[in-house]
């Protein structure tokens, strides 16, 4: 008889944790690119949320159904197809926008699946990110963006400023702004897009 052990805990990340706070109780979530599930999984226990995940990473989806957590093996967008109009109060995607092929349309699958998005991703504005590329002239590769130029996921890479002008643009409405400054520093919004390094957004669409 084999017996497969489950997902071993990893340390609990700070966009997590920023990102549950925004999460009311009993919401009914969808997870795009939901990992292991950890997040999903804290959701479920710790708020009583009605979860679900998207995973094209097969050993992740492995671990999500080893925490008992229900998750759609592959892509995000064909996932999300799968569901109609205004199925989830909220639909998360953390630190995988910069990966999408079309991050503009990825937003609006979102927003129609569900009536608010949250949304985190590395600010390229970060100083840190800035004086590497000033310093070196070599593409910036820190924690948050750890890949060499010509092996990262990472195909559209924004600034916060970018963001807020895309929200202008699609008529997105955005409800909370929260930035993090690395390692695990939670900053206002002064000069967010130069002293932060992750950026987390809720959105609507305008009514």
């Known amino acids: ?25 009993y919401s009914r979530i969808l997870d795009l690119g939901c990992g292991d599930g950890q997040l999903l999984a ?3 226990n710790n708020k ?16 999500c159904i080893q925490r008992g957590l229900p998750v759609y093996h592959g892509d995000m967008l064909e996932g999300m197809q799968h569901y109609r109009d ?8 953390s630190q995988t926008l910069q ?29 840190h990110t800035r004086l590497q590329l000033l310093l070196t002239g070599r593409m910036p590769r820190h924690r948050l963006l750890p890949y060499e130029w010509y092996n990262t996921p990472n195909v559209h890479l924004c600034t916060v400023r970018d ?6 643009q699609e008529g997105l409405e955005v409800l909370h702004e929260i930035f993090v400054a690395p390692p695990a520093r939670r900053v206002g919004p002064f000069l967010a ?3 932060a390094g992750l950026a987390i957004f809720e959105l609507r669409n305008r009514s």
């Open 1 to 25: 008889m084999s017996w497969t052990s489950p997902p071993r805990e990893t340390k609990r990340r700070l966009d997590y944790e920023l990102i549950s706070e925004l999460v009311p109780h």
């Open 42 to 44: 804290d959701l479920m």
């Open 48 to 63: 009583n949320c009605e979860v679900r995940g998207i995973e094209i990473d097969q050993a992740h989806v492995r671990n």
């Open 86 to 93: 205004g199925s989830f109060d909220l639909v998360i995607l």
């Open 99 to 127: 990966q999408a092929s079309d991050p503009v349309r990825v937003i609006h699958a979102m927003l129609r699946v569900g009536q608010r998005a949250i949304i985190s991703f590395p600010n390229f504005g970060w100083w």
């Open 163 to 168: 963001f807020r002008a895309l929200c202008r």
């Open 193 to 195: 897009n130069w002293r």
